[in-house]
Nanobody, 114 residues
Framework: QVQLVESGGGLVQAGGSLKLSCAAS????????MGWYRQAPGKQRELVAI???????NYADSVKGRFTISRDNAKNTVYLQMNSLKPEDTAVYYC????????WGQGTQVTVSS
């Protein structure tokens, strides 16, 4: 089992920045890639960014150039630095792990006001 605890969400004005964190505990040896997803009201959950155990990254087109995913393997933590935030980035952001099993965090709300 892997437990994920997200933090860093909040309310920010358009153009502002936030940094999300997701700390993993438990059977962390089973984790390979880690990713961030988001779900806005009335919409499907979508992939925002993913990072492999080796540090390779991939981003949704909508966040390229504005968001940066990183991880600290020693701390079993993945981060999402979000810059130049837009109102359409408003959503609940979820952390997800990939490996022998997949685990989800509880989500953290990000609200961007115009």
């Amino acid at each position: 089992q892997v437990q994920l605890v997200e933090s860093g969400g909040g309310l920010v004005q358009a153009g502002g920045s936030l940094k999300l964190s997701c700390a993993a505990s438990g059977s962390t040896f089973s984790i390979n890639a880690m990713g961030w997803y988001r779900q806005a009201p009335g919409k499907q959950r979508e992939l925002v960014a993913i990072i492999s155990s080796g540090g390779s990254t991939n981003y949704a087109d909508s966040v390229k150039g504005r968001f940066t995913i990183s991880r600290d393997n020693a701390k079993n933590t993945v981060y999402l630095q979000m810059n130049s935030l837009k109102p359409e980035d408003t959503a609940v952001y979820y952390c997800r792990t990939y490996g022998s099993n997949s685990y989800w965090g509880q989500g953290t709300q990000v609200t961007v006001s115009s």
